[in-house]
């Protein structure tokens, strides 16, 4: 299991925007299980919406591409690089996350073709799915 701060090591992202509280299951460049456990006090939930706090449906699809990412920067090859959208498709949405759910998030990676990848993303809670989505991904070097 990692925990955030070996998360911090692989993603260069961070809050408020880092959307991974834990990795549970990784096999580098091949599928990585996560989790975020959704206190309330996130910002996002202020504002979407004011008395019926939602998480919005791109904070879904990004914490989806930031498990991917850990996935695929855990290879050695890729280490120290950035992943960044190529693209997302067949996105959907079945329920709202709400303030004290947790998120749990499964990314398959099926495809890579040198810097260029994809990824079968899901994303439930207490087993039930909320989101899934194909994420095109590159690797690129950090600025």
Same mark, same amino acid.
């Given at each position: 299991?990692?925990?955030?701060?070996?998360?911090?090591?692989i993603?260069?992202?961070?809050?408020? =925007?880092?959307?991974?509280?834990?990795?549970?299951?990784?096999?580098?460049g091949?599928?990585v299980?996560?989790?975020k456990?959704?206190? $309330?006090?996130?910002? =996002? =939930?202020?504002?979407?919406?004011?008395?019926?706090p +939602?998480?919005? $449906? +791109?904070?879904l699809?990004?914490? @989806?591409?930031?498990?991917?990412?850990?996935?695929?920067?855990? @290879?050695?090859? =890729?280490? $120290?690089?950035?992943?960044?959208f $190529? %693209? +997302?498709?067949?996105?959907?949405?079945?329920r709202?996350?709400?303030?004290g759910?947790?998120?749990?998030?499964?990314?398959?990676?099926?495809?890579?073709? %040198?810097?260029?990848?994809?990824g079968?993303?899901?994303?439930?809670?207490?087993?039930?799915?909320?989101?899934?989505?194909?994420?095109?991904?590159?690797?690129?070097?950090?600025?």
């Amino acid at each position: 299991m990692l925990d955030k701060a070996h998360i911090q090591t692989i993603i260069p992202h961070r809050d408020p =925007f880092l959307l991974l509280d834990r990795v549970l299951e990784l096999k580098p460049g091949v599928r990585v299980v996560a989790e975020k456990a959704l206190t $309330g006090e996130e910002e =996002f =939930f202020r504002g979407h919406f004011p008395g019926f706090p +939602v998480m919005p $449906g +791109v904070l879904l699809i990004e914490a @989806l591409a930031q498990a991917g990412a850990v996935a695929v920067l855990s @290879l050695p090859e =890729f280490a $120290g690089k950035l992943a960044v959208f $190529g %693209g +997302v498709e067949k996105a959907r949405f079945r329920r709202n996350v709400l303030p004290g759910d947790t998120l749990m998030l499964e990314v398959d990676v099926t495809r890579m073709r %040198g810097p260029v990848g994809q990824g079968q993303g899901k994303a439930s809670v207490r087993g039930a799915s909320v989101c899934s989505a194909l994420i095109t991904f590159a690797i690129t070097d950090r600025h």
